[in-house]
């Protein structure tokens, strides 16, 4: 196996086992003690825990609860997505369980509705976020989610769980109250901006268009100071009719600045423009690689 294939192998299952610590944090010491249903199998978990008190002291567990929900998703998963898929999204699933029964109940936030929806929302988003970075998700509504991204390529995994999981918090209203409800919704509003800014913010990068009068020479500058790749655009100017050509490049966040700069110092009259990308995939970024997801 490459080196490169072992490393991101590593790094995957890394970002799954504190992913999946921070959601089972956020599960049993934060949302189940303040009765916040923010959606997922864990909320459902939590419901049936807290009304399975009488029959069963403390009720049944929060991870005997969220593995046994999860094991028809992940079939009807496996079907759709294959086994390589379901290696991290299995993983996940199992961890999350694993950390809901060891990890001790911390009264983080107990008796305060609002900084538990703040704190719920913050960690649960935290978790779920460097889980997708992997591909992976923790199954349930998670793995709901992403199965309908399948379909729904222009929806993120993010937005559909928020919608699946507004549903499920409907459903607790009736048994938790309004106001328990509505502290849940802000919980469940922080965990899909925490997630997808996770996501995103890994993969931010700085999208230049530069016009100059040296194009030939700010390309070179460009390639042999940053080592990015240049394409030249073939542009005209509208007021002056003539001819030009229109530098693009792509750079990480910290390097825009000297990209400025270089083009400053070729060409004090350099018109520049930039602009946020919000992903980037290619040499120098991030590699379409497919051992992500296996």
């Known amino acids: 196996m490459p080196a490169a294939t072992i490393k ?70 496996m079907r759709l997505k294959g086994i390589r898929y379901l290696l991290h999204t299995g993983f996940a699933t199992v961890m999350l369980s694993f950390w809901l029964s060891v990890l001790p109940v911390v009264p983080l936030a107990e008796g305060d509705l609002l900084l538990s929806s703040l704190f719920g929302g913050i960690f649960m988003g935290a978790g ?28 993120s995994i993010s937005s559909i769980l928020w919608v699946i999981d507004t549903v499920i918090v409907l459903v607790g209203a009736f048994l938790y109250g309004i106001q328990v409800t509505l502290y849940a919704v802000i919980a469940i509003y922080l965990t899909s901006k925490i997630s997808d800014g996770i996501i995103d913010g890994l993969k931010f ?24 790749g240049v394409t030249g655009i073939s542009a005209t100017g509208m007021y002056s009719g003539e001819a030009k050509t229109m530098l693009f490049c792509v750079v990480a966040k910290k390097e825009i600045v000297r990209l400025k700069d270089l083009a400053k ?10 602009t946020d990308v919000r992903e980037v995939l290619g040499e120098g970024f991030i590699e379409h690689q497919n051992v992500i997801s296996s």
């Open 8 to 77: 991101t192998t590593v790094r995957n299952y890394a970002l799954i086992i504190i992913g999946t610590a921070l959601m089972a944090f956020a599960t049993a010491s934060v949302l189940e003690p303040a009765s916040l249903i923010t959606g997922g199998f864990s909320g459902i978990a939590i419901i049936v825990k807290q009304f399975t008190g009488h029959l069963i002291p403390g009720g049944i567990p929060l991870s005997v609860t969220n593995l046994v929900l999860n094991i028809p998703v992940l079939l009807i998963a």
């Open 128 to 155: 779920i976020g460097l889980v997708f970075i992997t591909q992976a998700t923790t199954g349930g509504t998670d793995l709901i989610a992403a199965l309908i991204q399948h379909f729904l390529r222009h929806y």
């Open 205 to 228: 990068s700085k999208a230049a268009f530069v016009i100059t009068e040296k194009p030939e020479e700010l390309a070179a500058l460009v390639m042999k100071e940053l080592d990015r």
């Open 265 to 274: 110092g070729c060409d004090p009259n350099a018109f520049v423009i930039v």
